[in-house]
Nanobody, 124 residues
Framework: QVRLVESGGGLVQAGSSLRLSCAASGRTFSSNTMGWFRQASGKERVFVSAINWRGSSSYYADFVKGRFTISRDNAKNMVYLQMNSLKPEDTAVYYC?????????????????WGQGTQVIVSY
């Protein structure tokens, strides 16, 4: 497994931006597909975005397309989620996840490494 630590969450107003970061250590990071998931209070964890190991392919949930951008820096063992035009419904704990799968996936069971999460709160 790869150890993952998220940061960058916080309280912002609707329409604002945040960039989440995920620092990885352990298993060779560059071989991992990386994903972001989120879990709102009282709801199930859902897929947000994923990026393949080379950064050449990415995938987004419909509800974030055009607003969120995933990226990675393999030299720094980092993956990022740039979140723009935030909405109150984006409020959730955001989790970084790693998978040995070669391609992007929205299925949580494909990921075997998970961070502890970072809280994002978007106010009206």
């Amino acid at each position: 497994q790869v150890r993952l630590v998220e940061s960058g969450g916080g309280l912002v107003q609707a329409g604002s931006s945040l960039r989440l970061s995920c620092a990885a250590s352990g298993r060779t990071f560059s071989s991992n597909t990386m994903g972001w998931f989120r879990q709102a209070s009282g709801k199930e964890r859902v897929f947000v975005s994923a990026i393949n190991w080379r950064g050449s392919s990415s995938y987004y949930a419909d509800f974030v397309k055009g607003r969120f951008t995933i990226s990675r820096d393999n030299a720094k063992n980092m993956v990022y989620l740039q979140m723009n035009s935030l909405k109150p419904e984006d409020t959730a704990v955001y989790y970084c996840a790693g998978s040995l799968r070669s391609g992007v996936s929205s299925a949580g069971y494909e990921y075997d490494s998970w961070g502890q999460g970072t809280q994002v709160i978007v106010s009206y």
